[in-house]
């Protein structure tokens, strides 16, 4: 408990001075500076990403008529948790998630089977009318924006998608030292919309996906020489992994599991838990398959002549809306961080206020032996600004052993102290926040290593 009551985001978020609430703003975060340098560090890693993966960020309204949300099927079931406006005798509302904004994107042009996949990235604000006694620190939030993206697919593109969103979960949770357990939702055979075959060519692909990133076998070979298809039930997992233990096949990277029946009514999910260090599960990634917002949203795009043909083989109807020309893309739900606000709470509790290098609020202070060398450490610490770091500088009156313990108290990553001799030679001497000592460095080859150390998104340090 103790542990847990040191970990908890609001007393680490009051120590650090990252964040506050306030009653004129019910469930509403406010980010001091320092809490608002790691929010913007976590964007800035996403929208990175974005660009090596092929996203385009996209900027959309925050509030919209009713008339959309009753098109995208949200004012039915979502209205009591929607925050809404008169204006001129019409009803807005503050939208809760980006996706009927991005359907609209997609639908303001003619598009082709040749630009999908179509990948937009949002970082937009949203609101959501939580009830006051659920609302809980960052983890339960009325406002908050989420590193959400809609991904616009064709059929046979939803295996390799789905594995390219897998495979960015996990590369962004490794760095962050957490474990991504991963489970497939399947239809509820009494509460879903869409064709049967769809349905089952949709989760197939999902599961594809899942062994092709998992390093489960789609199919393996038990002692008595039957052929068993592996779908993340508990039985198929146990025979799997006695056939492991025994050699027969190589231990995969985890074994997904199934949820049978608990998929959407408009598709199925791959759901993702990840787990921190004190072995507690969150759900902040999502991964969801949509057939029911491109049938509202009437989308379509061209199709080759390939697909034509292979639908017309496989007996289905070809065309939508009249053209014989159209199909629906399916889409894509997806969500690495989640609510920015969630994954920071997470996160501060996971580190225990203790940031990594390239997260870190406070990641540097410069520390002079003695008053001499002010001016130095004062030139050091404008040269490392200028070089985009977060930078501070101990000219107190206090002793040079309380200015290094300060700097370990209150989590700088490194000191760089400064005596006479690295005045004279131009260096800083480098110590983590471990209280390793790393030696003598040139200013220059100071700044070369931090920046190798932010950029490689080390937990080092």
């Not at 509460?191 to 996906?209: C, F």
């Not at 998992?214 to 070979?221: D, E, I, N």
């Given at each position: 408990m103790e542990a847990a009551s040191a970990r908890n985001h609001r007393n680490v978020g009051k120590q650090q001075q990252l964040f506050l609430f306030h009653e004129l703003s019910p469930g509403c975060c406010f980010f001091l500076p320092h809490g608002a340098r790691i929010y913007n560090a976590l964007v800035e890693f996403i929208r990175n990403e974005y660009r090596k993966r092929g996203y385009d960020e996209v900027i959309t309204p925050n509030m919209f008529h009713h008339k959309l949300w009753e098109t995208s099927g949200h004012w039915a079931h979502y209205e009591e948790n929607m925050f809404k406006v008169e204006i001129e005798k019409e009803i807005h509302a503050l939208k809760p998630m980006n996706c009927p904004g991005h359907m609209l994107m997609y639908a303001s042009a003619s598009r082709s089977y040749r630009e999908l996949p179509m990948r937009y990235a949002d970082f937009g604000v949203l609101h959501r009318n939580e009830l006051s006694g659920t609302l809980s620190g960052l983890t339960r939030v009325r406002r908050f924006q989420q590193d959400d993206a809609h991904i616009f697919i064709r059929r046979d593109q939803i295996e390799e998608e789905i594995r390219r969103c897998l495979d960015f979960v996990h590369f962004v949770y490794e760095i962050f030292g957490?474990?991504?357990?991963?489970?497939?939702?399947?239809?509820?055979?009494?509460?879903?919309?869409?064709?049967?075959?769809?349905?089952?060519?949709?989760?197939?692909?999902?599961?594809?996906?899942?062994?092709?990133?998992?390093?489960?076998?789609?199919?393996?070979?038990?002692?008595?020489?039957?052929?068993?298809?592996?779908?993340?039930?508990?039985?198929?997992?146990?025979?799997?992994?006695?056939?492991?233990?025994?050699?027969?096949?190589?231990?995969?990277?985890?074994?997904w599991k199934l949820n049978p029946a608990d998929a959407a009514f408009y598709g199925p999910k791959i759901d993702i838990q990840v787990e921190d260090c004190m072995r507690r599960l969150h759900q902040c990634a999502t991964v969801q398959l949509d057939f029911q917002l491109p049938e509202r949203f009437k989308l379509t795009y061209v199709m080759s002549e390939e697909e034509k043909k292979m639908r017309e083989d496989a007996g289905e109807t070809v065309g939508v809306d009249g053209v014989a020309a159209y199909a629906r893309p399916v889409v894509v739900h997806r969500a690495v961080l989640g609510s920015l606000e969630r994954i920071m709470g997470v996160l501060t509790e996971h580190f225990a206020g203790k940031w990594p290098f390239w997260l870190s609020p406070r990641q540097i202070m410069v520390v002079p032996v003695a008053h001499d060398q002010d001016s130095y450490v004062t030139e050091v610490r404008n040269i490392l600004h200028e070089a985009g770091f977060h930078v501070d500088v101990d000219v107190s009156d206090d002793t040079f052993k309380k200015k290094v313990r300060t700097a370990q108290t209150e989590q700088y990553n490194i000191a760089l102290v400064c005596g006479a001799q690295e005045k004279a030679n131009r260096t800083v001497n480098i110590r983590t926040r471990d209280g390793q000592q790393h030696g003598e460095k040139t200013i220059e080859e100071c700044v070369n290593w931090l920046k190798e150390l932010k950029n490689s998104y080390s937990r080092a340090y």
């Open positions: 957490c474990t991504c357990i991963f489970n497939l939702s399947t239809r509820n055979p009494e509460k879903y919309v869409g064709e049967l075959a769809v349905w089952n060519d949709a989760e197939s692909s999902l599961a594809k996906a899942l062994n092709t990133f998992c390093g489960t076998p789609g199919v393996f070979t038990d002692e008595d020489g039957t052929e068993i298809n592996y779908d993340g039930s508990p039985l198929v997992i146990k025979k799997l992994k006695r056939l492991v233990a025994k050699g027969n096949y190589p231990e995969p990277r985890q074994y």
